[in-house]
């Protein structure tokens, strides 16, 4: 982006931050070395912030002194909800429930902030719910390309531009995670459904009065925890890829331990699966 001569090209980059992740490394304290009634974890993650942040507004700053932040879009999403929430001291996940690997809204419900000077409005915070396969679509649209076949996701653009679409509202999301369980959620609209594991009951909860999902109403609404459990069916196509995928990791990471450390993890292989993600990401898209 700082060559000059490139300015005029149109560019996409995808920028995957670690930031913040354990393990908890850092060049540096400062500001956070004064803070002495502040764990040494709790200094060492705002300081991860801090430069997080520094950096955002180094690329932002790169964009105007290009004069091309204008007819520049920038996504800024994280991939989960907090690994530590910090009660009582950062509060990293509000009211919500859980934390990274949770499928309560502490785990999967993250802020999507853009920024696109004269299209998108600043200082507006939109209620819209949309997910990872609506990225696609999205920017599909943004660039004139078709969107594939098959595709789950829509295309947000009219969100963006502060246009109604109503059709965000009452479509079923999914999602599922597999790491010592096989826990399954499905929002559509103000309800959500909750299965830690299929041979468990199904939990269900008002997002509307009750975002942090504190109060199970599935015995009151029985008609929805069925409408919801032919979906847990419905909406995942079991695939033989997932196994090979699953055994493959395991095996790169037990043989990455033994290479290292001269030793077998036996305990590690049931914490990873083949679905490698980063803490954050951002996403610019310019023309």
Known sequence: MSDTRRRSRRFFLYLPYTLPHIAFQIPQLEPYTVNTNWTQQQRYYASMITYLDRDIGRILDLLQ???IDENTLVFFCSDNGAA???DSRFNSSGNLRGRKRDVYEGGIRTPMLVRWPGQVAAGVTSDAIWYFADVLPTLAELVGAPVPQGVDGVSVLPTLRSQSQPELADRPLYWEFHEEQFAQAIRRGRWK????NPHLAT??????TDPGESNNVAAAHPEKVAEFERLFVTMRTPTPIWQQCWMMSLSMMTGACQRLMGVGCRWMTVRWNCVWITPGWVVMLSW
């Open 84 to 86: 530590d929430r910090y």
């Open 65 to 67: 002194a290009q004069g």
């Open 193 to 196: 459904a909750v299965r830690q």
């Open 203 to 208: 939990e269900l909860y008002d997002l509307q």
